[in-house]
């Protein structure tokens, strides 16, 4: 079997405790909404705090540390709601008790693109955290997201407990700052056009048309 010419692969580099990353991932689902060509979409892990440790953070105090106590928690809180609100996302800030070290989310989200489950199981961890408040860096979380997920929950729980694969994810998020990202979400399209943030739907779908442009060789439309 050879590999297809004609998918358009976009590498979307994230982190699950990212509320941008969240909403980057519902508008890039509009923009594949209005897509009719193959697309391939891989998700890569990056970390915004690897510090983190293995147990979680008191997520009040990690935020008090890093935003103060001058409101502007609740300001980005606030805004981050409304444009949750616009693309369908019931943003729950103050159901989130846990500030998790993320590793072994990524780790999930690698594993499952090997059975075809990766896009399941990266919107469920989003609305975990996001929504219901869990704490995505418990391994016992992350197996009943795994079933949730379709996965095969006594696999998952094996593999996580051997670690395997974990110094792959380690070496990817490397790859990733290596690269010069330093924010997340971070799209790269065809592995020649990179966009940063979380965009709106129509830049989304120009960067798309731009990279099958490349791919084909043709100006884009």
């Not at 979307?12 to 509320?19: G, K, T, Y």
């Not at 890093?66 to 409304?82: A, E, N």
């Not at 051997?162 to 380690?170: F, L, N, Q, S, T």
Request: with cysteine.
């Amino acid at each position: 079997m050879t590999d297809r010419t004609d998918v358009l692969t976009i590498d979307v580099v994230s982190d699950v405790v990212c509320p941008w990353c969240y909403l980057g991932e519902k508008r890039l689902d509009a923009a594949l909404a209005e897509e009719l060509q193959p697309v391939a979409v891989r998700w890569r892990p990056y970390q915004l705090d690897p510090t983190i440790p293995a147990g979680g953070l008191d997520r009040a105090d990690y935020m008090e540390r890093k935003f103060g106590r001058d409101g502007r928690l609740k300001s980005v809180h606030d805004h981050l709601t409304r444009l949750g609100a616009e693309c369908g996302i019931s943003f729950a800030f103050d159901r989130i008790e846990r500030a998790p070290n993320t590793l072994d989310a990524h780790w999930l989200i690698r594993w499952s693109a090997s059975a075809g489950a990766q896009r399941v199981v990266v919107d469920r961890l989003f609305r975990a955290y996001f929504v219901e408040g869990r704490d995505v860096g418990d391994r016992a979380v992350l197996v009943e997201i795994a079933a949730e997920s379709g996965l095969d929950e006594a696999v998952v729980d094996r593999l996580l407990a051997e670690g395997a694969d974990v110094d792959a994810v380690a070496r990817e998020i490397a790859e990733a700052q290596e690269m010069g990202i330093t924010g997340v979400p971070f799209f790269i399209f065809a592995r020649r056009f990179a966009v940063p943030g979380a965009q709106d739907v129509a830049v989304l779908r120009r960067a798309m048309r731009q990279a099958r442009a490349g791919m084909n060789g043709t100006p884009p439309a």
